[in-house]
C-alpha cells in the first residue's frame, strides 16, 4: 500500500504518507501550549508527519480564543516539550503559521494587539469570545506598507522561533481566509497599491513571505497551504481565480518550498471546485504535493498511485483516531468526530478518543 511507504521530503524522512492536517483545537491556556496539547500531539505521532494547529505568529495574528502562540518565551517552551514527545515516538512535525487578519475579536487578543487586514472590510457574522460570547467581526485598520513589512517581519521571526522550539519545519498558512488569503482574494482585497488589483499584486503578500521565511530558515522546512475555491471567511470565487493560483504556482516554484499542501473545501461544505484546477497545479509545481480534504483511504491511495498528489492529509479522521495510522493499516474501522467538541475546553472530545484497543495496548506501555 503506497499511503504506507515512507517518503523522503527534502531530507527528512516521513515513515509514511499519511499527514496529519492543522486543525485548531483551541486548548491553550492563555495561548501557551500545556500538558493536555502534548498528549494530543504524542497520541498521533505515529502520522508520516504532523501539521501543528494554526498558530499565532504575534499577538496581531491571534484572534481566536484558547490558540496557542510561537512569540513569547512561554509559547516557545510549551511547543519544545511537545516536537521532543513527538520526537520521541518517532514522529515529525511542522508549526502552521496562522495570523489571522481580520478574522478576530478585541476580546480574544491582548490590550495592545491591532486588527489589521489588507482592506477595511468586515467579514459578516460572528466570532466566538471567551469574555463576552459571540461578537460582531469588527472593521478591520488597511494595512499600512509598514503594517504589512511587519506582519511579514511577525512570520519571519515565528519560524525562527519554532526551528527554536525543535520544529522539523513550518507551514505558512495561505488558505482559508486568514491573513495571506485576505490579500489573495478579492473579497478582502480592493487595494489599489502593489498588493491589490490584479493577480501578481494580490499574490505579493504570499510570495515576500515565502521569500522572507525559506531564507530565514532554509527552504526544505517550509511549506505552505493554498486553498483555491474555497468560500471560507467571506472569500469569493472571482473572475481570474485559475490564473492568478496557476500564477501564483509557478511562482512558488522559484523558491523551492517543502511542500504545497491543497486544501479542497468542498469537503468543508465550500462550492465544489473545479477539480482541473489541482491537476493544473500538480503540472506547474516543481515539488511535493500534499491534497486535503474529505478523503477515505481508497481516494488517497488511488491519488497517490495515480501521480495526482504525492501526499495526503487527513483532518477530521486523524482529530477522532489517535491510531489512524494503524487503523488504515490494518482496515479497522474509525470512529466518528464530534463536532459539539471541536473547540471546546478540556479533554472531551480531545485526547479520549479511543484507540483501537489492540493498539491502545501498544500505546499505552
Ligand atoms: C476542527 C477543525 C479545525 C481546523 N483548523 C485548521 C487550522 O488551524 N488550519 C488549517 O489550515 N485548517 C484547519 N482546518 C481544516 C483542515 O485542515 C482540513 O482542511 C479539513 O478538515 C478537511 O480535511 P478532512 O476532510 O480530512 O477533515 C480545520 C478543520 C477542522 C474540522
Redesign the pocket.
Known amino acids: 500500500m503506497k499511503l504506507l511507504n515512507s517518503f523522503n521530503l527534502k531530507g527528512l524522512k516521513l515513515n509514511n504518507r499519511v499527514i496529519m492536517?492543522?486543525?485548531?483545537?483551541a486548548r491553550a491556556t492563555n495561548n501557551v501550549p500545556n500538558d493536555l496539547m502534548l498528549k494530543y500531539y504524542r497520541q498521533r505521532a505515529q502520522a508520516g508527519l504532523i501539521?501543528s494547529?494554526?498558530t499565532a505568529p504575534s499577538p496581531n495574528g491571534l484572534g481566536y480564543a484558547r490558540?496557542p502562540g510561537i512569540y513569547t518565551p512561554q509559547q516557545i517552551e510549551g511547543w519544545k516539550k511537545i516536537t521532543e514527545a513527538v520526537h520521541r515516538e518517532g514522529g515529525k512535525i511542522f508549526l502552521?503559521i496562522?495570523h489571522t487578519g481580520r478574522v478576530s475579536h478585541k476580546d480574544n487578543m491582548e490590550e495592545k494587539a491591532e486588527i489589521l487586514a489588507p482592506s477595511a472590510i468586515a467579514l459578516e457574522g460572528e466570532m466566538y469570545t471567551d469574555r463576552n460570547g459571540p461578537q460582531p467581526y469588527p472593521v478591520p485598520g488597511e494595512m499600512t506598507i509598514e503594517d504589512i513589512k511587519q506582519a511579514q517581519e511577525e512570520f519571519v521571526k515565528a519560524a525562527l522561533n519554532a526551528m527554536e522550539a525543535g520544529f522539523d519545519g513550518v507551514?505558512i498558512?495561505s488558505?482559508?481566509g486568514?491573513l495571506a488569503d485576505q490579500f489573495l482574494n478579492t473579497a478582502t482585497n480592493i487595494r489599489k497599491d502593489e498588493y491589490g488589483g490584479n493577480k501578481e499584486n494580490r499574490s505579493r503578500f504570499t510570495l515576500q513571505t515565502l521569500d522572507k521565511v525559506t531564507k530565514a530558515i532554509g527552504s526544505e522546512k517550509v511549506g505552505i497551504?493554498l486553498?483555491p475555491y474555497s468560500a471560507f471567511n467571506g472569500t469569493e470565487i472571482f473572475e481570474g481565480i485559475d490564473e492568478q493560483f496557476l500564477y501564483l504556482t509557478e511562482e512558488l516554484n522559484q523558491f523551492e518550498p517543502a511542500y504545497l499542501h491543497l486544501?479542497?473545501?468542498s469537503?468543508?461544505g465550500s462550492p465544489d471546485v473545479s477539480k482541473s484546477i489541482f491537476s493544473r497545479i500538480r503540472e506547474k509545481f516543481n515539488g511535493t504535493l500534499i491534497m486535503?480534504?474529505?478523503?477515505t483511504k481508497e481516494e488517497a491511495e488511488k491519488s497517490i498511485s495515480d501521480n495526482k498528489t504525492d501526499l495526503v492529509?487527513?483532518?477530521?479522521?486523524?482529530?477522532a483516531n489517535p491510531d489512524l495510522v494503524y487503523r488504515l493499516e490494518n482496515d479497522l474501522e474509525l470512529n466518528e468526530?464530534d463536532?459539539d467538541t471541536?473547540?471546546t475546553p478540556g479533554e472531551e472530545g480531545y485526547t479520549d478518543y479511543p484507540f483501537f484497543a489492540e493498539r491502545e495496548v501498544v500505546a499505552t506501555k
Open positions: 492536517a492543522p486543525l485548531t483545537r501539521i494547529e494554526g490558540i502552521q496562522m507551514e498558512h488558505a482559508n486568514y497551504r486553498s486544501v479542497d473545501n469537503a468543508l486535503n480534504g474529505g478523503f492529509s487527513f483532518g477530521r479522521p486523524f482529530l468526530p463536532p471541536f473547540y
